[in-house]
C-alpha cells in the first residue's frame, strides 16, 4: 500500500510534468528567489552584527588606549598647561600695563607669587641684568653674563634650558622672551632675554634618573664647551660659581623637562 507521500508526490510530480517550459521555470523560480533572499538576509543580518561587534571592540580599545595614555602623560600634560599658563599670562600681564610693568619691581613679585618660580630676571640685548627679583641676590644689576643665549620668541615658551649651578644650588635656567612684533606687545628692555629659576633637588633627580633610566646628575661646570654638548652620566655638582665660569653650562631640551 503507497503511502499518503508517495502519493503526494507522483502527484505533484505528474502535474509538473504536464507543466510548460514556462511554468516548469517559474515553478522553480519562486521557491528559489524565496530561499536566496531568506539566505541573504540571514548573512547580512550576522554580517552587520559581527562589523557592530567589531567597531564596538575597536571603540573600547581606542578609549582604553587613550585613558592608558592620558594617565602615563598626566603629569607631563599638566605641566605643559601650567608652562603655557605661565607665559600666555606673563605676556598678559605686561602687554595690559607696559608702564607699570617693571615700576617698583612689580613684575618680579607677581611672578613669584602667581607661578612659584624661584627667581626672575630680565637681560638686555648686551646679557646685562636690566632686571632682577631675585631673593638669593645673585643676579646684580648692570652685571654681564655673557654665555646667555638672547632668544626671541613669538610669544609663549621658552626655547632651551640649562642645568646648571649658581654657586653650590643646583637650578633650572630657561631662556625666553617676551619680545613681540605684534601690534600691543611689549618688549623689556633692550627686548632682553627672560630668564626663570627652579630649584632642582636631589629627589628630582632621583625621580627624572628613574623616568630617563639613567642616573643623573649636575654637570661638572669646569668641562668645555665641546664637552658639555655630549650627553654625561654620573657626573657629580661642582661648587663652583656659574656666574665666574659662564661658559660651561649644560645644554637640556625644555620639552624634557618636567617638574616631578
Not at 567597531?55 to 607631563?76: N, Y
Not at 625666553?176 to 612684533?181: A, E, L, P, R, Y
Not at 656659574?242 to 617638574?259: A, D, I
Amino acid at each position: 500500500m503507497q503511502s499518503g507521500i508517495h502519493v503526494a508526490l507522483c502527484y505533484s510530480v505528474g502535474k509538473f510534468r504536464k507543466l510548460s517550459l514556462r511554468g516548469r521555470l517559474i515553478a522553480w523560480a519562486i521557491p528559489s528567489v524565496v530561499l536566496v533572499g531568506l539566505g541573504a538576509f540571514v548573512f547580512a543580518w550576522f554580517a552587520e552584527r559581527a562589523v557592530i561587534r567589531q567597531d564596538d571592540e575597536l571603540w573600547r580599545s581606542r578609549v582604553a588606549r587613550g585613558r592608558d595614555l592620558l594617565i602615563r602623560h598626566e603629569h607631563d600634560i599638566t605641566q605643559s598647561v601650567k608652562e603655557y599658563t605661565f607665559w600666555n599670562g606673563m605676556v598678559t600681564f605686561v602687554s595690559d600695563a607696559p608702564d607699570k610693568a617693571f615700576e617698583k619691581e612689580n613684575l618680579g613679585p607677581w611672578m613669584l607669587d602667581s607661578f612659584e618660580i624661584d627667581f626672575f630676571v630680565v637681560l638686555d640685548v648686551h646679557s646685562r641684568v636690566v632686571y632682577a627679583s631675585d631673593p638669593t641676590g645673585f643676579f646684580g644689576l648692570g652685571e654681564t653674563y655673557e654665555a646667555l643665549p638672547l632668544l626671541k620668541l613669538a610669544a609663549e615658551r621658552p626655547a632651551k634650558s640649562f642645568l646648571v649651578s649658581v654657586g653650590d644650588t643646583p637650578v633650572w635656567l630657561s631662556g625666553g622672551t617676551i619680545h613681540s612684533t605684534m601690534a600691543g606687545r611689549y618688549a623689556p628692555p633692550g627686548a632682553g632675554t627672560l630668564l626663570l629659576g627652579r630649584v632642582i633637588t636631589s629627589t628630582y633627580l632621583e625621580r627624572l634618573s628613574e623616568r630617563a633610566g639613567l642616573r643623573m646628575e649636575l654637570r661638572p661646570l669646569n668641562a668645555s664647551v665641546a664637552d658639555s654638548a655630549r650627553p654625561r652620566v654620573n657626573a657629580g655638582p661642582q661648587e663652583q660659581s656659574w656666574k665666574r665660569r659662564p661658559e660651561s653650562r649644560t645644554p637640556r631640551s625644555f620639552f624634557s623637562r618636567t617638574r616631578l
